[in-house]
């Protein structure tokens, strides 16, 4: 029975009725967590799965994950195939998750979903703190992702360990006086009240110690003899301390053999009771020999292994034995246990050079990357190092290390780790490849760290270095990259040029790194038009990721917005069937803006809202920053004002202390959007101008908003306030050739020309847009027009424009333009029924419903939606459970009817 803790009992009683969700319990050693999720597993009534972290296995990838799910491995093959194969690669089954954690997470959710369908099902983590990082990132990734299927998963965890943001939290404090008199009555019912009282002092409410300190009492003071208690110091030492050494001295007082049984079982948690027996074995002990340990309550020892009774058992037990004692266990456990975790225990011996031991450690390293451990990669590359005898092998593998850590997120451990290659390296002749990737590395620290400029420097020292064409050019590009969405500095056009500079000669993939970098250069430089033609390089010849991605991008710099769309989306669909959704929110970020650019505004929407959970999930606030920005314009065309204010305001905190600028710009850019929406247009000339000459002004996003500046400048009475950016935009939209920005360009010349020309020039804007699709820009033009004909009476003509303009408005959810046409209607005589019934049905859906529907409409099964959108089967049938009444549709046959979902 629980003592004093009704209230955290009826929280997680709370969570198992509700049968779905995620829970964080946090407190200090001794103070209840196992017991809490011992309670849990005894109130459920479905399949209970569990693990706890174990401190040693901390460096070996999926650990905790493969004893959690080993007992239902067998429903694996009922995932999707990528998925499956994911997950028999990162536990070890043979098959090959290409490297990225963050699929396994999708498949360990996938699989307790799967196990849902029969009944509920309950994950219980103990020691979390311990677990290893893709175990824990894994079943973050699926914790996080709870939303109605009958799923719990209760993770327990000390306080300022194991970092579960996004999840809801339960901190354990001490017991009151009344519930440890409780505790210590059932545990130590002999005790003289005098002894009782002291004891209840001592534990401070910390129920293990209220178990274990009774123990430590002599014969006499159990019967109150007048003696200071043995574990009372005088001292503020921490109650788990003392219950600690209690433990030790347990231990000290085994046998020789009992103590040797116990050190294996704590350096190696293995639950092959053969593999533990070879191993003590090897030591001239026995399982028979952990028989005291268990009189002494100290161990369980079952089919599944050795139990410790307490995590703080493990510890004193390597406090109790001295090194000897420790390098022959390793020894042993040597001989006993698989390639793995031999590589470990071999190093953990090894206390000088020896390549031997550190080429099975990189090969242990290897073999972990295929499996997605990136920090398991880290750590056996770093001892590989220090084992390391040739220094040069050993500066590539720090730098491999460091590497990893940073593909981890581990930031600091990896600034550590190239510190040691860096100190290493002056001593010796590095090879051109080496010299790259450390390079790199630290060039990924400096953007990391908020100074991308210094970043791209050490990208030039690595370009300089790589003996590689394709490794050069990935560093130039991500060069250029960076370059420019670094906020404005003194260097940056000067680094730009040095980028250029260092561009290899030759066609193919060469000309389309320089020509690229050419145009980032003259972007920096206030060229207005750039738009230089790319070179693409053969189908058949392999793009590099980084290049791939720059080449897209740009593509708004060309006004090439079905060029971006069908690449973005390409991207987006190979990444996602990849399964490397560490790469997907930059790839879902140059999608969203493609989506926004091509006037799909609704499916920008959803992308955005699945990017920025997405970019939240793997630690990415350089993309959250840039989705948020893209989501505040979305939020102002909407006009949905306080939700682009927060946007604006995410993207420009996330943005500022890393000097990045895109998503800086995002949000400024979006602001002015909401400005010119609601009609305040001097604000918006204010906000523009004001941009013009600050951090992101050297962003090509400004050209897009030169219309409205010409549009607001016009409203205002003040034209000639916008003829340099008339100027400018008609030099841009001219050399694009691009029908989109032309029939923009003829749009804005129709606001500034006479009367005697303006018809003709909105005639052929709209002449234009029918050439290059972009439902907003059309509508817009359409509202201008409409306005011009009705202030030259020409109501009827007028009526044309300004109906399909609202409805275009309507079904893009552009609600204050749908208002302003409306009003325009109006004043040609129009009257307008009640349009509240009339707005187009989508709107009622949310972002994540509305991308169900649009998958569920093609066809797309439940589990093939759910693979797409990184959710589980039933969470895709709950949305579309929500989404079909609120259409007015009881099928998925009947969503075929509606408009604009095909």
């Known amino acids: 029975m629980l003592y004093g803790r009704q209230a955290e009992q009826s929280v997680i009683g709370g969570l198992l009725e509700g049968r779905s969700g995620a829970l964080v319990v946090r407190g200090e050693a001794g103070i209840g967590k196992s017991a809490l999720l011992e309670f849990s597993a005894a109130s459920t009534r479905g399949r209970v799965l569990r693990v706890t972290g174990v401190e040693s296995e901390a460096d070996l990838p999926f650990a905790a994950l493969h004893l959690l799910l080993r007992p239902v491995v067998d429903h694996v093959e009922a995932l999707p195939q990528q998925q499956a194969e994911a997950l028999r690669g990162a536990l070890g089954l043979g098959g090959d998750n290409r490297g990225d954690r963050f699929l396994v997470g999708l498949a360990t959710l996938s699989l307790l979903v799967e196990l849902s369908a029969a009944g509920p099902v309950l994950c219980l983590v103990d020691d979390a703190q311990w677990l290893d990082g893709e175990s824990a990132d894994a079943l973050l990734f699926a914790a996080r992702r709870l939303h109605d299927e009958p799923v719990a998963v209760l993770f327990a965890a000390r306080e300022g360990e194991f970092p579960a943001r996004g999840l809801p939290e339960l901190r354990l404090g001490t017991l009151d006086a009344e519930a440890a008199r409780k505790v210590l009555a059932e545990q130590a019912a002999d ?10 002092a001592e534990a401070g409410g910390n129920p293990l110690a209220l178990v274990e300190l009774p123990r430590m009492l002599t014969g006499e003071q159990r019967k109150g003899a007048l003696v200071p208690l043995s574990f009372s110091l005088g001292t503020a030492q921490p109650v788990t301390d003392r219950v600690l050494i209690g433990f030790r001295d347990r231990i000290a007082a085994l046998p020789d053999a009992t103590r040797s049984c116990l050190l294996v079982a704590a350096l190696d948690h293995h639950d092959e009771l053969d593999v533990l027996a070879r191993a003590v074995g090897l030591l001239g002990a026995s399982l028979a020999d952990f028989a005291a340990a268990e009189r002494a309550g100290l161990v369980r020892v079952g089919l599944g292994g050795v139990a410790f009774r307490h995590p703080l058992v493990r510890t004193a037990v390597l406090l109790a034995c001295d090194i000897a004692a420790r390098m022959a266990a390793h ?25 031997e031991v550190a080429g099975q450690l990189e090969g242990l390293a290897l ?19 220090e084992l390391s005898a040739d220094p040069g092998q050993a500066v590539r593998r720090w730098t491999a290390a460091a590497g990893a850590a940073a593909e981890a997120g581990l930031w600091q451990r990896a600034g550590e780790l190239v510190d040691r290659a860096r100190h290493q390296a002056e001593a010796v002749t590095l090879e051109g490849c080496v010299l790259a990737e450390l390079a790199q590395v630290r060039a990924k620290l400096e953007i990391e760290a908020g100074r991308p400029l210094a970043g791209v420097r050490l990208l030039h020292e690595g370009a300089e270095a790589a003996d590689d064409l394709p490794a050069r050019l990935s560093l130039l590009s991500l ?14 056009l000067a680094l730009a040029r040095r980028t250029e500079e260092l561009c290899p000669d030759g066609d193919g993939l060469p000309a389309l790194v320089r020509t690229i970098n050419h145009a980032i250069r003259l972007i920096l430089e206030g060229d207005a038009v750039t738009t230089l033609t790319y070179p693409m390089p053969d189908q058949a010849e392999r793009i590099p990721s980084e290049l791939r991605f720059l080449i897209v991008h740009q593509s708004i710099v060309r006004a ?12 987006v669909e190979e990444y996602r069937a990849e399964g490397r959704l560490g790469r997907m929110p930059q790839a879902m970020t140059i999608f969203t803006i493609a989506q926004l650019l091509n006037g799909h505004h609704r499916s920008a929407r959803a992308t955005v809202v699945a990017g920025l959970a997405l970019a939240a999930d793997v630690g990415q606030p350089q993309w959250s920053s840039y989705l948020a920005g893209v989501h505040a314009w979305l939020s102002a065309v909407a006009g949905a004002q306080e939700e682009c204010a927060a ?47 600050g951090p992101t002004r050297h962003a090509f996003l400004w050209r897009y908003s030169w219309p409205d500046y010409i549009e607001a400048a016009v409203r205002i009475g003040d034209p000639q306030r916008a003829r340099d950016q008339l100027r400018r935009y008609t030099e841009w939209a001219e050399a694009t050739g691009q029908a ?3 029939a923009v360009l003829h749009r804005v010349r129709a606001l500034l020309a006479p009367d005697s020309e303006a018809m003709g020039l909105y005639e052929r804007a709209l002449a234009l847009h029918g050439e290059g699709e972009q439902p907003f820009d059309e509508a817009r033009t359409r509202l201008v027009y409409g306005e011009w004909l009705r202030r030259t009476r020409r109501r009827a003509e007028a009526r044309g424009q300004l109906q399909a303009a609202m409805d275009a408005f309507d079904r893009l959810g552009a609600t204050p333009w749908a208002a302003r046409a409306a009003a325009e209607l109006r004043a040609t005589g129009l009257s307008q029924p009640d349009r509240s019934g009339a707005r187009d049905p989508l709107d009622v859906l949310t972002p994540q419903e509305l991308q169900v529907v649009r998958l569920a409409v093609t066809g797309a099964s439940n ?11 039933r969470t895709v049938a709950s949305h579309l459970y929500k989404a079909f009444p609120k259409l007015g549709v009881s099928s998925r046959a009947e969503l075929t009817r509606l408009p604009g979902l095909i």
Request: aromatic residues 8%; hydrophobic residues 45%; contains cysteine.
């Open 647 to 693: 946007m604006a305001a995410q993207a420009i905190r996330d943005a500022g202390h890393r000097r990045w600028m895109p998503g800086y710009c995002w949000a400024e850019y979006a602001l002015a959007a909401l400005d010119f929406g609601l009609g305040r247009y001097e604000a918006m000339l204010d906000r523009v101008d004001r941009a013009m000459s």
């Open 191 to 200: 005790l003289p009240p005098a002894v009782r009282d002291q004891v209840v």
């Open 331 to 355: 020894r042993a456990l040597a001989e006993a246990v698989d390639e793995d975790r031999r590589a470990w225990h071999l190093a953990a011996v090894t206390l000088q050079p020896e390549e």
């Open 367 to 385: 073999r972990a990357r295929r499996r997605g451990g990136q920090a398991a990669v880290s750590a056996a590359y770093a001892r590989a190092a």
């Open 560 to 571: 090439d917005l079905d060029g971006m769309l069908e690449g973005s989306a390409q991207i």
């Open 863 to 873: 589990r093939e939606i759910g693979a797409q959108l990184f959710l589980s089967p």
């Open 479 to 492: 060069a250029g990259f960076y370059t420019w969405a670094s906020a404005t500095h003194p260097d940056q």
């Open 740 to 742: 989109r920005p032309l």
